[in-house]
Protein backbone atom coordinates (compact mmCIF):
# COMPACT_ATOMS: atom_id res chain seq x y z
CA UNK A 1 0.00 0.00 0.00
CA UNK A 2 1.25 3.71 -0.02
CA UNK A 3 2.71 5.17 2.31
CA UNK A 4 4.97 8.14 3.33
CA UNK A 5 8.08 7.54 5.62
CA UNK A 6 11.45 9.62 6.91
CA UNK A 7 14.25 8.49 6.89
CA UNK A 8 16.22 9.40 10.22
CA UNK A 9 13.68 9.38 13.45
CA UNK A 10 16.10 12.47 15.01
CA UNK A 11 18.21 15.39 13.69
CA UNK A 12 20.07 17.67 15.89
CA UNK A 13 22.00 20.42 14.71
CA UNK A 14 23.78 24.00 15.99
CA UNK A 15 21.80 27.08 15.81
CA UNK A 16 22.81 28.72 12.61
CA UNK A 17 23.69 25.57 10.74
CA UNK A 18 21.52 24.40 7.83
CA UNK A 19 19.31 21.66 8.61
CA UNK A 20 18.56 18.93 6.01
CA UNK A 21 15.42 16.33 6.31
CA UNK A 22 14.25 13.79 4.56
CA UNK A 23 11.40 11.75 3.02
CA UNK A 24 10.39 9.28 1.17
CA UNK A 25 7.26 7.82 -0.62
CA UNK A 26 6.18 4.80 -2.15
CA UNK A 27 3.01 6.03 -4.28
CA UNK A 28 4.44 7.09 -7.81
CA UNK A 29 0.87 8.20 -8.39
CA UNK A 30 1.31 11.25 -5.51
CA UNK A 31 1.53 14.69 -7.48
CA UNK A 32 1.55 16.88 -4.44
CA UNK A 33 3.69 17.12 -0.76
CA UNK A 34 3.44 19.10 2.17
CA UNK A 35 5.65 19.45 4.97
CA UNK A 36 4.62 20.54 8.29
CA UNK A 37 6.09 21.78 11.67
CA UNK A 38 4.50 20.22 14.91
CA UNK A 39 6.00 22.05 17.96
CA UNK A 40 4.99 19.96 21.03
CA UNK A 41 1.21 19.80 22.49
CA UNK A 42 -0.18 21.93 19.28
CA UNK A 43 -1.31 20.96 15.93
CA UNK A 44 0.59 20.81 12.86
CA UNK A 45 1.51 24.42 10.64
CA UNK A 46 1.62 24.24 7.57
CA UNK A 47 5.32 24.84 6.63
CA UNK A 48 5.72 24.64 2.30
CA UNK A 49 4.31 22.32 -0.63
CA UNK A 50 5.19 21.32 -3.56
CA UNK A 51 3.62 19.80 -7.02
CA UNK A 52 4.55 16.61 -8.50
CA UNK A 53 5.92 18.87 -11.49
CA UNK A 54 8.04 21.05 -9.95
CA UNK A 55 11.84 19.87 -8.36
CA UNK A 56 12.31 22.71 -6.42
CA UNK A 57 10.39 25.52 -4.22
CA UNK A 58 11.71 27.95 -2.18
CA UNK A 59 10.24 29.86 1.21
CA UNK A 60 11.13 32.12 3.35
CA UNK A 61 14.39 29.89 4.77
CA UNK A 62 13.26 26.87 3.96
CA UNK A 63 13.64 24.58 0.28
CA UNK A 64 11.62 21.86 -0.83
CA UNK A 65 13.32 19.67 -2.95
CA UNK A 66 11.62 16.45 -4.99
CA UNK A 67 13.11 13.83 -6.66
CA UNK A 68 10.36 11.60 -8.08
CA UNK A 69 12.79 9.26 -10.16
CA UNK A 70 13.61 8.15 -6.59
CA UNK A 71 10.49 9.07 -4.71
CA UNK A 72 12.60 11.24 -3.13
CA UNK A 73 11.61 14.73 -0.99
CA UNK A 74 13.76 16.92 1.40
CA UNK A 75 13.04 19.92 3.22
CA UNK A 76 16.22 22.45 3.91
CA UNK A 77 16.22 24.79 6.63
CA UNK A 78 19.15 27.53 6.57
CA UNK A 79 20.68 29.21 9.49
CA UNK A 80 18.70 27.28 11.51
CA UNK A 81 16.85 28.82 15.02
CA UNK A 82 16.27 27.91 18.40
CA UNK A 83 12.52 27.92 17.23
CA UNK A 84 13.15 25.44 14.71
CA UNK A 85 12.76 22.98 16.90
CA UNK A 86 10.03 20.91 16.54
CA UNK A 87 8.66 17.86 14.92
CA UNK A 88 8.99 17.70 10.75
CA UNK A 89 6.52 15.45 9.03
CA UNK A 90 6.09 14.98 5.50
CA UNK A 91 2.54 14.38 3.68
CA UNK A 92 1.48 13.50 0.35
CA UNK A 93 -2.11 14.40 -0.64
CA UNK A 94 -4.20 12.84 -2.81
CA UNK A 95 -7.69 11.71 -2.93
CA UNK A 96 -8.94 14.21 -0.91
CA UNK A 97 -7.15 13.42 2.09
CA UNK A 98 -3.51 13.56 3.53
CA UNK A 99 -1.21 11.06 4.54
CA UNK A 100 1.82 11.50 7.06
CA UNK A 101 5.36 10.25 7.58
CA UNK A 102 6.55 9.02 10.67
CA UNK A 103 8.49 12.68 11.71
CA UNK A 104 11.70 13.64 12.32
CA UNK A 105 12.39 15.21 15.57
CA UNK A 106 14.73 18.24 15.04
CA UNK A 107 16.62 19.29 18.43
CA UNK A 108 18.80 23.16 17.97
CA UNK A 109 21.90 23.33 19.96
CA UNK A 110 22.24 27.06 21.05
CA UNK B 1 -3.39 34.47 13.37
CA UNK B 2 -5.84 30.93 13.92
CA UNK B 3 -7.75 29.68 10.88
CA UNK B 4 -8.87 26.41 12.19
CA UNK B 5 -10.68 26.68 15.82
CA UNK B 6 -10.68 23.52 18.38
CA UNK B 7 -11.95 23.00 21.48
CA UNK B 8 -11.39 22.25 24.48
CA UNK B 9 -7.43 21.78 24.40
CA UNK B 10 -7.61 19.47 26.98
CA UNK B 11 -10.33 17.24 29.08
CA UNK B 12 -10.29 14.49 30.99
CA UNK B 13 -13.25 12.08 31.70
CA UNK B 14 -14.61 9.03 33.48
CA UNK B 15 -14.24 5.75 31.55
CA UNK B 16 -17.96 5.33 29.85
CA UNK B 17 -18.59 8.79 29.65
CA UNK B 18 -18.86 10.76 26.24
CA UNK B 19 -16.77 13.32 25.47
CA UNK B 20 -17.40 16.35 22.36
CA UNK B 21 -14.97 17.59 20.51
CA UNK B 22 -15.40 20.85 18.26
CA UNK B 23 -13.48 21.72 15.46
CA UNK B 24 -14.12 25.52 13.76
CA UNK B 25 -13.24 27.19 10.61
CA UNK B 26 -12.68 31.14 11.31
CA UNK B 27 -13.50 32.86 8.44
CA UNK B 28 -14.13 30.41 6.06
CA UNK B 29 -16.12 27.83 4.79
CA UNK B 30 -15.06 24.05 5.21
CA UNK B 31 -17.12 22.44 3.27
CA UNK B 32 -14.51 19.23 4.43
CA UNK B 33 -12.53 18.95 7.13
CA UNK B 34 -10.29 15.92 8.50
CA UNK B 35 -10.45 14.21 12.03
CA UNK B 36 -7.26 12.66 12.99
CA UNK B 37 -5.38 10.83 15.71
CA UNK B 38 -1.74 11.08 16.99
CA UNK B 39 -0.61 9.24 20.05
CA UNK B 40 3.28 10.41 21.75
CA UNK B 41 5.75 10.04 19.38
CA UNK B 42 3.54 9.00 16.66
CA UNK B 43 2.81 10.64 13.25
CA UNK B 44 -1.10 11.72 12.80
CA UNK B 45 -3.57 8.88 11.60
CA UNK B 46 -6.51 10.05 9.93
CA UNK B 47 -9.50 8.79 11.48
CA UNK B 48 -11.92 10.35 9.52
CA UNK B 49 -13.06 12.93 6.75
CA UNK B 50 -16.32 14.97 7.61
CA UNK B 51 -18.35 16.19 5.01
CA UNK B 52 -21.02 19.10 5.54
CA UNK B 53 -24.32 17.67 5.20
CA UNK B 54 -23.98 14.26 4.55
CA UNK B 55 -22.47 11.00 6.87
CA UNK B 56 -18.78 11.27 7.50
CA UNK B 57 -16.12 9.06 5.51
CA UNK B 58 -14.24 6.70 8.28
CA UNK B 59 -11.15 5.04 7.49
CA UNK B 60 -10.61 1.76 7.70
CA UNK B 61 -9.91 0.06 11.29
CA UNK B 62 -11.76 3.23 12.49
CA UNK B 63 -15.25 2.77 14.15
CA UNK B 64 -18.01 4.61 13.40
CA UNK B 65 -20.17 4.41 16.34
CA UNK B 66 -17.78 4.60 18.35
CA UNK B 67 -16.18 8.37 17.11
CA UNK B 68 -19.45 10.17 15.75
CA UNK B 69 -18.83 13.20 13.37
CA UNK B 70 -21.09 15.71 12.82
CA UNK B 71 -20.66 18.24 10.24
CA UNK B 72 -23.73 20.25 10.50
CA UNK B 73 -22.63 23.87 8.79
CA UNK B 74 -19.69 24.60 6.81
CA UNK B 75 -18.11 26.10 9.39
CA UNK B 76 -18.11 23.49 12.32
CA UNK B 77 -17.35 19.99 12.86
CA UNK B 78 -17.91 17.67 16.11
CA UNK B 79 -16.08 14.72 16.96
CA UNK B 80 -17.92 12.71 19.66
CA UNK B 81 -15.96 10.44 21.94
CA UNK B 82 -18.60 7.77 22.92
CA UNK B 83 -18.58 5.34 25.70
CA UNK B 84 -14.59 6.75 26.22
CA UNK B 85 -12.13 4.10 27.49
CA UNK B 86 -8.68 5.11 28.61
CA UNK B 87 -7.25 3.07 25.14
CA UNK B 88 -9.13 6.45 23.53
CA UNK B 89 -6.48 8.50 25.50
CA UNK B 90 -4.95 10.44 23.14
CA UNK B 91 -4.57 13.84 20.95
CA UNK B 92 -6.99 14.76 18.85
CA UNK B 93 -6.47 17.22 16.10
CA UNK B 94 -8.93 18.12 13.40
CA UNK B 95 -7.97 20.46 9.97
CA UNK B 96 -9.56 21.49 6.62
CA UNK B 97 -8.27 23.41 3.78
CA UNK B 98 -8.10 26.93 3.39
CA UNK B 99 -10.23 28.45 -0.31
CA UNK B 100 -6.53 29.31 -1.49
CA UNK B 101 -4.05 27.04 -0.18
CA UNK B 102 -4.49 24.40 -2.44
CA UNK B 103 -4.64 21.08 -0.73
CA UNK B 104 -2.29 21.90 2.49
CA UNK B 105 -4.05 21.76 5.64
CA UNK B 106 -4.73 23.94 8.55
CA UNK B 107 -4.98 22.55 11.34
CA UNK B 108 -6.90 23.00 14.94
CA UNK B 109 -4.49 23.36 18.20
CA UNK B 110 -5.55 19.61 19.28
CA UNK B 111 -7.35 18.31 22.07
CA UNK B 112 -5.67 16.00 24.86
CA UNK B 113 -7.75 13.16 25.88
CA UNK B 114 -7.06 11.78 28.37
CA UNK B 115 -9.66 8.63 29.91
CA UNK B 116 -9.28 7.52 33.68
Known amino acids: GESVGLHLPTLSVQEGDNSIINCAYS??????FIWYKQESGKGPQFIID?????DKRQGQRVTVLLNKTVKHLSLQIAATQPGDSAVYFC?????????FGDGTTLTVKP | GAVVSQHPSWVICKSGTSVKIECRSL??????MFWYRQFPKQSLMLMAT?????????EQGVEKDKFLINHASLTLSTLTVTSAHPEDSSFYIC????????????FGSGTQLSVL
Open chain 2, 95 to 106: SASFPTRGRGLF
Open chain 2, 50 to 58: SNEGSKATY
Open chain 2, 27 to 32: DFQATT
Open chain 1, 91 to 99: AESGAGKST
Open chain 1, 27 to 32: NSASDY
Open chain 1, 50 to 54: IRSNM
